[in-house]
């Protein structure tokens, strides 16, 4: 193999349309070169290697135009993002119009901030590099308001809102100077973006759609009322209904969901009458514990500070048991001594009952004065304990070593236990 | 991104040029060259010290020609190489504008030097 045929192979290193535009002329020189040197030497082929290795990365990235299309990329990114956006405002617009204040403002706020980063992304692939870091300066500005007025929003949205303004705002003013460290923040931005949300979502799905049922009640009779709820999905947000089995349904607002607490607003889902001043659990703020078994559980303050439980149990789970591994993990003696002693418990149906928890021979066991029944406490990890032989965990509330009281859910509704010694 | 060449830009937005493309606009200024011509004169000028491979050469040429630096001259052989069609170059005014800016740039820079008693003075 002669040396203008290795070095026409090496030219495959470059870009083709550069090959095309210049491999001729680069091969003449080539030729040249080898009339005026000698090939057999090392140096003249290192030389030509390293003319290879400096030059051909460089006109690949410039061939790939790096900056222009991720900018063009991000354009389309927001211009999706944004349509949800306009999408979801013009969904919650429709499902609050009967509610005036903050919260309308917020969601128009909220669809204002989504037009303007609408505007943007179109403007950016119009290259109308001015109108789009106006339209995005006054997205940012619209959506900090927003948020100002609206504290409860999603994760996803705040980031839509927030960092991809600011970052299509950087590439915007770094690509004047053509560098790739824009392409890199616009890049960076939308991963970051994206590996946030990600997460957000799946804990979001991680609430199964369709229709749950739970109970509600005062807190000496937290089962008295059983209820169902539909929960719904649209455009990015959580809808659910409360239809308790007699009286007015309830529509579930500014619901937040975060890590294991689901916190929301409960309001009355049928408009009022004027001058009609709403009753019941209208305005009541809950905040509900995912337990171990896949339900919540938790307490609603009522605007006149009354407090109720409610507990919300999935689709396809008629009781906890349902989702529960037994298991019979080991437990320290600082474990076993911080759980021993008598609870008052009030029973689903408001029944009362005392279980004294008590040590055997090293092991746990508790004792119901109701059932007049002896079993082992089998520790599922966490605080949860399966009542030997019961289709039910109850989860102990510990503070400062000791456990002051526990909560389960059975199938026929919640248990209370508080420590009475 | 590449520079409008509808509107002519300030030659002092090239500056600093990267020595390989001040050494081809170099080269060009004398007139019309073919790329080898350009990397033998590169490599004179320079006594040795900036040898210019086939990609290194093109690839600047290629950016010079975007950014309406350099244009080309058509194609002929060389006598002197061989019978071979090869393509020339030649400096724009801009180009010629860069050229210049570049090199009173780095005049000024030798000027400062020598002030500050750097180029000039032998050591003792």
Redesign the interface.
């Known amino acids: 193999m002669n040396a203008e045929r290795i070095y026409r192979m090496l030219l495959r290193a470059y870009p083709p349309a550069f090959r095309a535009e210049y491999g001729r002329e680069m091969v003449l020189v080539f030729r040249d070169q080898c009339r005026d040197s000698d090939v057999r030497t090392l140096g003249f082929w290192m030389r030509v290697f390293w003319d290879i290795v400096r030059s051909a990365p460089t006109l690949r990235t410039e061939a790939t135009r790096t900056v222009e299309v991720t900018m063009k990329l991000a354009a389309i990114l927001t211009v999706l993002l944004a349509a949800l956006g306009i999408f979801g405002a013009v969904n919650d617009w429709s499902a609050a119009s009967q509610h005036a204040g903050r919260y309308v403002l917020a969601i128009v706020m909220g669809g204002a901030a989504s037009l303007l980063l609408l505007g943007a992304g179109v403007a950016i692939l119009l290259q109308k590099r001015q109108a789009a870091r106006l339209t995005l300066v006054a997205s940012l500005l619209c959506f900090i308001a927003t948020r100002l007025v609206f504290p409860w929003m999603g994760l996803f949205l705040q980031l839509v809102g927030s960092v991809l303004p600011v970052g299509l705002l950087i590439a915007l003013y770094w690509s004047r100077k053509s560098s790739t460290l824009g392409a890199a923040s616009i890049a960076l931005v939308v991963l970051s973006s994206l590996g946030l949300a990600v997460p957000q979502l799946c804990r979001a799905q991680a609430l199964p759609l369709g229709r749950w049922t739970g109970w509600a009640g005062p807190m000496d009779r937290p089962s008295a009322y059983p209820i169902t709820l539909d929960v719904t999905r649209a455009s990015d947000s959580l809808q659910i209904m409360l239809h308790p089995a007699d009286g007015d349904d309830y529509r579930l607002d500014a619901i937040r969901l975060r890590d294991d607490t689901l916190g929301f607003t409960l309001h009355l889902a049928r408009a009022l009458p004027p001058g009609d001043v709403p009753g019941g659990a209208h305005g009541a703020s809950c905040t509900l514990l995912r337990q171990r078994a896949g339900y919540y559980t938790g307490l609603c303050t009522g605007p006149d500070g009354m407090r109720s439980d409610l507990s919300m149990v999935p689709p396809g789970s008629t009781h906890a048991a349902d989702t529960v591994t037994v298991k019979d993990l080991p437990l320290t003696a600082a474990q076993r001594e911080s759980l021993i002693g008598s609870y008052s418990v009030i029973l689903p149906m408001g029944g009362q009952d005392v279980l004294r928890v008590f040590k055997e021979n090293g092991i746990l066991k508790a004792h119901s004065s109701h059932e007049n029944r002896t079993g082992r406490l089998l520790y599922q990890g966490d605080g949860a304990f399966r009542p030997e032989g019961s289709d039910f965990v109850i989860t102990f509330v510990i503070e400062a070593g000791r456990a002051t009281s526990f909560q389960g859910l059975r199938e026929d509704g919640v248990i209370k236990g508080t420590r009475t010694q | 991104?590449s520079r409008n060449p509808q509107k002519q830009p300030f030659p002092e937005s090239f500056l600093p040029l990267p020595p390989p493309t001040f050494h081809i606009l170099l080269a060009l200024a004398d007139g019309e060259l073919?790329?080898?011509a350009i990397?033998k004169g590169v490599t004179a000028r320079s006594e040795g010290t900036v040898?210019?491979?086939?990609?290194?050469?093109?690839?600047a040429?290629?950016r010079l020609l975007e950014d309406g630096l350099v244009e080309e001259a058509g194609e002929r052989a060389d006598p002197k190489?061989?019978n071979?069609r090869?393509?020339y170059y030649r400096l724009t005014s801009l180009g010629r504008s860069v050229a210049r800016a570049e090199a009173e740039r780095l005049d000024a820079l030798v000027r400062a030097a020598r002030r500050k008693k750097l180029l000039g003075v032998r050591p003792a």
């Not at chain 2, 040898?51 to 690839?59: A, D, F, I, Q």
Request: charged share 25%; aromatic share 10%; no cysteine.
């Open positions: 991104m073919h790329g080898y990397m040898r210019l491979g086939p990609g290194t050469l093109y690839g040429l290629k190489q061989s071979e090869r393509r």
